[in-house]
């Protein structure tokens, strides 16, 4: 196997999803640097590898990235693995891929599982365009204010959260989004208890409530993205009052649509509206 750093997905729940190309690198490998080493042995344990474990996460230090860094510089192998799924997706390790590359080093991907993009292809949500944003602060006016900076998105919107505030988010994400935007609860993928929950945001928020169940386990939720006309900046409409000044009000609407990408009707009615006004 060549040198590199090699970034490892396994599995999120049944271990049976892990792939054979990560069985092969994780055994092949000189190092495995895992989130959490206790949880990796074992993982690594079950199917009988013997590779040399050591510490990666953003309090290991920088002790631990050069280690890394230094073995592949040498010509050896290390796989890089979070505690489930795929690593980097809310997990930290992007700097050491790039010190790894800028260090001439290679980076080697070796797909497979991810919570998000599975919960994503169950949620019957559009999938053409999607957000992913991660876990939501724990606060609740932070959290308010994050989930209504998200309002007018029109993607699909992907959240983590941790069992014990997905209620508090559901109730957050109702009252920003409205209750009757429509979202799916996806929980334990892809072990005993997995559930896929799809309705409105108030009822979700009514179902976890009532269900304690539902407040227990990894937890994904998608969300619709807005639906509505996408909002238009004040700045925009400041351009586009100023240029009916200059040409008639249909001419000013297409020419700014074609130059922001909003709809032509939509800053034509403000127009009108203004006009009424």
């Given at each position: 196997m060549e040198s590199g750093l090699y970034i490892v997905a396994t599995p999120i729940g049944n271990?049976?999803?892990?792939?054979?190309?990560?069985?092969?690198?994780?055994?092949a490998a000189s190092l495995v640097a895992a989130e959490?080493?206790?949880?990796?042995?074992?993982?690594?344990?079950?199917?009988?590898?013997?590779?040399?474990?050591i510490p990666y996460h953003e309090h290991s230090g920088a002790q631990n990235a050069q280690l890394i860094l230094r073995e592949v510089s040498e010509g050896g192998v290390v796989a890089l693995i979070s505690d489930a799924g795929?690593?980097?997706?809310?997990?930290?390790?992007?700097?050491?891929?790039?010190?790894?590359?800028?260090?001439?080093?290679?980076?080697?991907?070796?797909?497979?599982?991810?919570?998000?993009v599975a919960a994503l292809s169950v949620a019957?949500?559009?999938?053409?365009?999607?957000?992913?944003?991660?876990?939501?602060?724990?606060?609740?006016?932070?959290?308010?204010?994050?989930?209504?900076?998200?309002?007018?998105?029109?993607?699909?919107?992907v959240f983590y959260e941790a069992p014990h505030r997905v209620?508090?988010?559901?109730?957050?994400?109702?009252?920003?989004?409205g209750g009757e935007r429509e979202a799916t609860l996806v929980r334990e993928i892809s072990k005993a208890f997995e559930t896929v929950r799809r309705a409105s945001l108030a009822e979700l928020s009514e179902f976890a409530r009532a269900d304690a169940n539902q407040q227990r386990g990894e937890i994904v939720l998608v969300v619709q993205g807005y639906q509505g006309e996408e909002a238009v900046s004040p700045e925009l409409l400041q351009l586009l009052e100023s240029m009916a000044e200059y040409m008639p009000?249909?001419?000013?609407?297409?020419?700014?649509?074609?130059?922001?990408?909003?709809?032509?009707?939509?800053?034509?009615?403000?127009?009108?509206?203004?006009?009424d006004d």
């Open positions: 271990l049976g999803d892990i792939s054979a190309r990560a069985l092969d690198v994780l055994g959490d080493t206790r949880h990796s042995q074992r993982l690594l344990n079950h199917f009988a590898i013997e590779t040399s474990l795929t690593p980097l997706i809310s997990d930290p390790g992007y700097k050491l891929v790039r010190d790894a590359q800028d260090l001439g080093l290679a980076v080697v991907p070796v797909p497979g599982a991810c919570a998000a019957g949500q559009p999938t053409d365009r999607f957000l992913f944003c991660g876990f939501l602060p724990a606060k609740e006016g932070a959290r308010a204010q994050a989930i209504s900076a998200l309002q007018h998105e029109s993607a699909t919107l209620l508090a988010t559901l109730e957050s994400l109702s009252v920003c989004l009000g249909k001419r000013a609407a297409a020419l700014l649509a074609q130059y922001s990408g909003q709809r032509k009707n939509q800053l034509y009615q403000h127009l009108l509206d203004q006009k």
